[in-house]
Each structure stands twice: as C-alpha cells, then as structure tokens.
C-alpha cells in the first residue's frame, strides 16, 4: 500500500513555472510507476505525465511535450513534475497516482490516488 501527497500548486501568470512534487509514504516506493493527471473544471481527467517503476522510461501527453518533464528520486519517495512555459489551459488539479510494478503509461490502471493540487495559470 502507497499514500500519496502532493504539493506545490499555486497560481502563476502564463509563461511561468511550477514545480509539484508528490510524496509517497511506504519502503516500496521504488516498485511503483507513477504518473501525473489532472481535472479542468468542466472536463474529465486526462493523463499529463508517467515514469515507470525502473526510472528508465518516461511518457507525456502532447499538451505536456516539451514543456513538462517527470522525474523521480527514490531516495526521497517523491516524484516531480516540472511544468515550464504554462498556459492558462493548464489550469487544473493536479493528481499523482501509482501503479505496482507499472511502466507509466496511460494505458495503466494506477490504484492509487493523492488528493491533488490546484493549478492556476492567469493570462
């Protein structure tokens, strides 16, 4: 079992950066792929952001290519993500979920949840 926290939402003007980061209790950490998701207000959740269990991989959805990048220190069972050049439309609640053993894609089920960040992003 993971518990997931995160942290570092705020509010920032278009073209700024942020930094989320979500913690994850547990000595497991490192069996655990992990991606980032979000919820708009009005629309459904959709995938950001993945890295598998091992590190070695990392996925984006187009709307975060080349401007978000997913990392992850098991040392500290905390995985990031950097959000650069941020658009108004990248307002959102930001989840992190996990997935034992999970390659990060969106393809996966991750079972399990944080309770999310709040994202906002002014023009």
């Given at each position: 079992?993971?518990?997931?926290?995160?942290?570092?939402?705020?509010?920032?003007?278009?073209?700024?950066?942020?930094?989320?980061?979500?913690?994850?209790?547990?000595?497991?950490?490192?069996?655990?792929?992990?991606?980032w998701?979000?919820?708009?207000?009005?629309?459904?959740?959709?995938?950001?952001?993945?890295?598998?269990?091992?590190?070695?991989?990392?996925?984006?959805?187009?709307?975060?290519?080349?401007?978000?990048?997913?990392s992850?220190?098991?040392?500290?069972?905390?995985?990031?993500?950097?959000?650069?050049?941020?658009?108004?439309?990248?307002?959102?609640?930001?989840?992190?979920?996990?997935?034992?053993?999970?390659?990060?894609?969106?393809?996966?089920?991750?079972?399990?949840?944080?309770?999310?960040?709040?994202?906002?992003?002014?023009?």
């Open positions: 079992q993971v518990q997931l926290v995160e942290s570092g939402g705020g509010s920032v003007q278009a073209g700024g950066s942020l930094r989320l980061s979500c913690a994850a209790s547990g000595r497991t950490f490192s069996m655990y792929g992990l991606g998701f979000r919820r708009a207000p009005g629309k459904e959740r959709e995938y950001v952001a993945g890295i598998s269990y091992t590190g070695g991989r990392t996925y984006y959805a187009d709307s975060a290519k080349g401007r978000f990048t997913i992850r220190d098991n040392a500290k069972n905390t995985v990031y993500l950097q959000m650069n050049s941020l658009k108004p439309e990248d307002t959102a609640v930001y989840y992190c979920a996990a997935d034992l053993y999970g390659g990060g894609s969106s393809r996966r089920v991750y079972g399990h949840w944080g309770q999310g960040t709040q994202v906002t992003v002014s023009s």
